[in-house]
């Protein structure tokens, strides 16, 4: 990890202006390896900031068009992309999800089908609305933007159990969610 502006004072690239906060802001951060690291802060002429902002967008760019998040012109395209994702999250909870009756007999498998589904469908297909609907965040109502952090949590809270394992209550599905971008 590497500082596009120096976290000090004296160090490559310095804005002494910047606040300790900016410094230390993702903004401000770049991946880089050991070499590359190395080679720029020793020198930073030859390494504008303009020039390891750029590759930080353009990677940025790469990223996003590696993982098909696109940004829309219009709402319905872009719920065209993130309602198929919702459904199927829907469908596989109404099937396999802990509600079901199955999942109250411990010898049924029906938890280990649940927890398969959970981290080969339901958090990578969520991951994705996510990143669709932070890329057309634009798109989005004020009161659809609190419904997409809604979201965000719950995913977070289902990422703690089932990629942690860890043992705690979680903030539910927001309702709002099955609707988004919607008319």
Not at 73 to 99: C, K, M, Q, S, T
Not at 121 to 139: F, V
Request: one cysteine or more.
């Amino acid at each position: 990890m590497a500082h596009v502006f120096a976290a000090n004072d004296d160090g490559p690239r310095a804005k002494p202006q910047m606040s300790k906060a900016q410094r230390g802001a993702f903004e401000n951060l770049i991946l880089l390896c050991a070499v590359c690291h190395t080679m720029i802060d020793k020198a930073p002429n030859a390494y504008p900031d303009d020039m390891i902002l750029g590759w930080k967008r353009d990677h940025a760019k790469k990223l996003q068009g590696l993982f098909g998040v696109t940004e829309f012109p219009d709402r319905g395209a872009a719920r065209a992309v993130v309602a198929p994702l919702l459904d199927e999250n829907r469908a596989i909870f109404e099937r396999y999800g802990p509600h079901i009756e199955a999942a109250r007999d411990p010898e049924s498998g029906a938890a280990e089908i649940w927890q398969r589904k959970m981290l080969t469908r339901i958090l990578p297909n969520s991951n994705r609305i996510i990143a669709q609907l932070d890329a057309n965040r634009a798109l989005l109502t004020s009161d659809e933007s609190v419904v997409v952090e809604a979201f965000r949590q719950h995913i977070d809270d289902l990422e703690a159990v089932h990629i942690e394992g860890r043992r705690e209550d979680g903030s539910r599905f927001p309702a709002g969610m099955q609707n988004i971008l919607e008319g």
